[in-house]
């Protein structure tokens, strides 16, 4: 795969050197790579996984709207480099899409932490980002997954796959099935009543850069799942990984807690980002806290009843035990 990475690197409009491209193994859906100079990275290389983005024209349309937007003076900017097509992106020979954007230096992400401040910082940076985006009208964006967080479409898509399941990973994943259904009843509510907005739709914590001198969130990544949403997607998701003090692919579940002082610090950095929040939606916080670990669970139990074909594996149960370890932070959620 470097091979191909290096063939798409020269159609971008860079200054052609001898770069060194760098797999990055972290991230379920594309493919990355750190190009550098020396020991210096100077972009960030990535093939856009097609199968899970059929439109990659309109996903980078809806990154070349935002993107302008988000330059707040305590924001990070990130910008893309045009393909010598003047595209922002290069399509090979194969088919592949490829996108080359700006490298954030003296920067770091994290899985997971039980750090107050980086849950404070990270949500500052996520009122920040909200507040950049708030005026922007919701039908002016391409919906490029759409039902991405729709508890029904993705209940739908579970109980087809359900359905065709092999008998030993139904019996494996028995406990995980019960489950499912019994939180499904509990969270199958409502959203009519929130504003739509423009949001991430994939806010974990490892999509926030932080810098390494100071501590400050700097901006948000991974910005594919831009579009429409509710904010409680975006504030629920990043919880799901802020209040849990392990990944999600954490086997041993004793080691899960719901960390209530984590959500409080995430809470008051959205306050301190003076983004302003409608009382619907303040009320449907906890909602949105419970909801998303569940979707997440119940996209990896999908996953792995279906055989694995979505979100990338080291090993055969990695999705299986994605799920309990998602299910059981649902249940301690939904039990607080």
Not at 100 to 124: H, K, M, Q, W
Not at 283 to 310: C, E, F, K, S, W
Request: glycine share 4%.
């Amino acid at each position: 795969m470097e091979v191909a990475a290096a063939k798409a690197l020269k159609h971008f409009v860079i200054e052609q050197r001898d770069y060194k491209i760098h797999s990055v193994g972290q991230g379920y859906i594309n493919t990355t790579y750190r190009i550098q100079e020396g020991n210096r990275t100077l972009y960030i290389l990535q093939r856009i996984n097609h199968e899970v983005f059929p439109d990659v024209p309109a996903l980078m349309e809806n990154l070349r709207t935002i993107l302008p937007l988000l330059a707040a003076e305590d924001y990070h900017p990130i910008s893309f480099m045009h393909s010598k097509a003047r595209l922002p992106y290069y399509k090979d020979e194969e088919g592949a899409f490829w996108r080359l954007l700006t490298y954030v230096p003296n920067s770091v992400a994290f899985d997971f932490t039980n750090e107050s401040d980086i849950a404070f910082e990270a949500g500052r940076i996520l009122g920040v980002f909200h507040s950049c985006l708030e005026n922007i009208p919701a039908t002016s964006f391409r919906e490029v997954l759409p039902g991405f967080h729709d508890i029904s479409l993705r209940r739908e898509e579970y109980l087809l796959v359900l359905k065709q399941a092999i008998s030993e990973r139904l019996k494996s994943a028995s406990k995980e099935i019960d489950f499912a259904e019994e939180a499904f009843s509990k969270l199958d509510v409502g959203f009519d009543n929130l504003p739509v907005r423009i949001c991430h739709n994939d806010t974990k914590l490892n999509n926030i850069l932080f810098s390494k001198k100071t501590g400050k969130a700097l901006c948000l990544i991974d910005l594919d799942t831009v579009m429409p949403g509710y904010i409680i997607f975006d504030l629920g998701d990043a919880i799901r990984t802020l209040a849990n003090p392990v990944s999600e692919d954490e086997t041993d579940l004793k080691k899960i807690s719901f960390d209530l002082e984590m959500v409080s610090a995430f809470l008051k950095g959205i306050k301190k980002s003076k983004l302003t929040l409608s009382d619907s939606e303040k009320q449907a916080i906890p909602q949105g806290i419970a909801l998303m670990p569940y979707l997440h669970g119940l996209r990896a139990l999908t996953d792995y009843l279906n055989n694995d074909v979505y979100y990338q594996i080291s090993y055969a149960s990695q999705n299986l035990d994605r799920c309990r370890n998602l299910f059981c932070f649902t249940r301690m959620v939904l039990e607080n």
